[in-house]
């Protein structure tokens, strides 16, 4: 049986964090996997989910099962974050998932289940793992424009172009806040319009929120999902942990079933829960109960927001440090999108060879399409960067 496997393509951002570990140099920058680091590079617990752990060392008295799809407190906690109270809580069935990926892989499942011609449409570019698990369970899928090479922001009119050949009943996935990996968000107004043509022509949203909170902030990042949950009859949310509390390694994600029928909730939830059970029966629950913990309790809550709101806004300073060295040094706004856009993430519109001459010459690692992550900077290495793309003549 062995005998019969042939090797998978790799993940292209796993690799480059293999290759930048290799590196022997002492200069080099990390600006590769999407990873919180603050200046010293480091990815801290965050003070709130340590508390929390320290208390639930205290107090947890069994690690049995929990509930098939998770535990009920970790549900209203973090679908009321992401959510609020657009919709009541009996209109959306939840799973605890293995990180925003499983519950990105669960709502896929369900879709394939429940509607297996349905055409998943995924914005060009975007996270390689979304096609990458959409043809690995042979959905079918197709892409939509989005992203400007030119503006660096949103093709607004390609993407609703390209949508307009979707059928009824379709999944568009789209990313909540904070796209990955271009950094370029659609506006308050471009999110009324895209709810207001999903809705006309019958189209599915699907959206995958990994980073509230890194944006604009915990509010204004959840427009979007929150807008559509208003507006649509019935859409799938996949949220994420693992970086607005920093818990990565913990697996802790929530897949959610909006639905503005709510006689549909029960047989929602009952699915959701069958297929955890035949993927891996019960959901991790160590870093979804620190979540719970943190969301619940008014000091863990503020302090946490405090620390998340320091994170938030250093990476606008250094988005900001970043696109005026290279305004002083080119004496152009052309990189002024590095400020506008959101995010952990901006694609700087390199070519692979630019990138490669970044890495070779300066030891500065990014994405082969020129995503770079905004966190792996500092006030240091923010003109060591400048002076690379303007040497690379990006
Ligand atoms: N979706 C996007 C766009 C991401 O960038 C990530 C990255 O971490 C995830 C989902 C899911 O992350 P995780 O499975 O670590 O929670
Ligand atoms: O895009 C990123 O860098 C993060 C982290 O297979 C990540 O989302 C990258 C690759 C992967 C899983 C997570």
């Excluded at 999407?34 to 639930?56: F, I, N, S």
């Excluded at 809550?301 to 300073?317: K, P």
């Amino acid at each position: 049986m062995f005998d019969q496997l042939k090797p998978q393509p790799a993940d292209k951002i796993l690799a480059l964090m293999a290759a930048f570990r290799a590196d022997p140099r002492d200069q080099k920058i990390d600006l590769g996997v999407g990873v919180y680091k603050d200046a010293e590079g480091r990815t801290p617990v965050m003070r709130a989910v340590k508390a929390a752990e320290q208390k639930l060392w205290q107090v947890e008295d069994t690690k049995s099962y929990t509930g098939l799809a998770g535990d009920a407190g970790f549900h209203s906690a973090l679908s009321q974050l992401v959510l609020g109270d657009t919709v009541s809580a009996d209109q959306i069935a939840c799973a605890a998932t293995p990180g925003g990926t499983g519950a990105i892989r669960q709502g896929l499942e369900l879709i394939r289940m429940a509607a297996p011609e349905a055409r998943i449409w995924l914005s060009a570019p975007t996270w390689p793992n979304h096609p990458s698990i959409i043809k690995y369970l042979g959905m079918p899928m197709a892409e939509y424009r989005y992203f400007d090479d030119a503006t660096r922001g949103v093709d607004f009119n390609g993407m609703l172009t390209d949508l307009d050949k979707a059928k009824p009943g379709d999944v568009v996935l789209l990313h909540g806040c904070c796209h990955n990996p271009t950094g370029a968000n659609l506006t308050y107004a471009q999110w009324q319009e895209v709810a207001d043509f999903l809705r006309a022509k019958q189209l599915i949203p699907f959206v995958d929120i990994a980073y509230q909170g890194f944006g604009d902030g915990l509010e204004a990042d959840a427009f979007g999902p929150r807008h559509l949950a208003k507006t649509q009859p019935e859409m799938l949310i996949a949220a994420s942990c693992s970086k607005n509390f920093g818990v990565y390694r913990e697996r802790a994600g929530l897949l959610m079933c909006v639905s503005q029928d709510a006689a549909k909730t029960a047989l929602n939830q009952a699915t959701v829960a069958f297929l955890n059970r035949q993927n891996y029966s019960f959901p991790p629950d160590h870093g979804a109960r620190l979540v719970t913990m943190v969301l619940q309790d008014d000091l863990l809550r503020a302090d946490w927001q405090t620390e998340l709101e320091g994170i938030r806004n250093g990476m606008l300073s250094l988005r900001q440090q970043l696109a005026d060295a290279l305004r002083k040094r080119i004496n152009s706004d052309r990189f002024d999108f590095l400020a506008q856009h959101r995010g952990m993430f901006s694609r700087l519109g390199a070519t692979e060879a630019q990138v490669e001459q970044m890495r070779e010459s300066h030891g500065i690692y990014m994405v082969s399409d020129s995503r770079l992550n905004i966190a792996g900077l500092n006030a240091d290495s923010v003109p060591i960067l400048a002076d690379a793309i303007v040497e690379a003549g990006v």
